[in-house]
């Protein structure tokens, strides 16, 4: 069987909803970041770098870094590859999210919502970078649905750091596509399990 480590953060939800869109069956394994569970050197002999989420397949031993877990449970199963006619989309989309939404999203709602005494020099900054990033997706998804052509993981990888941006409030009323987007993600049944299963304790952090 499947093993995941993992918590409830928006890197360790990921999986989650991956493995409840495919029906596979798993078991979780609570690691409680707010104790420092993933920094023993127990949690270590799975990942060196002290993250989750580590999935355990017993084909192929311990897997880290989220994209690299969808990415081998979507050609483990041959499903949630987007549009197969064309596959550079969903290649396209996975390099997108781990390099251009994921950080950007994630440092500036930790500035704001972590380090609140930072200069605002620097939280305009990344605030720009953010719109920019929403504005690119915007684009994108005004010309299909889904990131990669029909659903696909990159869908889901996106799906947490979005979901939590669109949610404060200056961005309210802003970015239909992307608005229209989420609904129809967070219409299925995986998605909503995956974004509000409690996994012993959860913590708003990309970790």
Known sequence: MLVLHSWGTTNGRKPIIALEE??????????DITRGVHQTDAFRTL?????????IDPDTGPIFESSAILWHLAHKTRRLLGDLARPHQ???ALFLQAATVQPPLSHYWHLKHRLPER????????????????????????????????????????LPHIHRELAEPEHDHAYPALRAWLARLEARPAVRKG?????????????
């Not at 974004?195 to 952090?205: F, H, M, N, P, R």
């Open 22 to 31: 495919l029906g596979l069956a798993y078991k979780l394994v609570p690691v």
């Open 47 to 55: 990942n060196p770098l002290g993250k989750i989420p580590v999935l």
């Open 90 to 92: 969903l290649m396209q």
């Open 119 to 158: 200069p605002p020099s620097e939280l305009a900054r990344h605030r720009a970078e953010v719109l920019h990033v929403l504005a690119a997706l915007e684009t994108l998804l005004n010309a299909r649905e889904y990131f990669a052509g029909s659903y696909s993981v990159a869908d889901i990888l996106m």
């Open 195 to 207: 974004l509000t299963l409690e996994i012993g304790g959860s913590v708003d952090a990309d970790v």
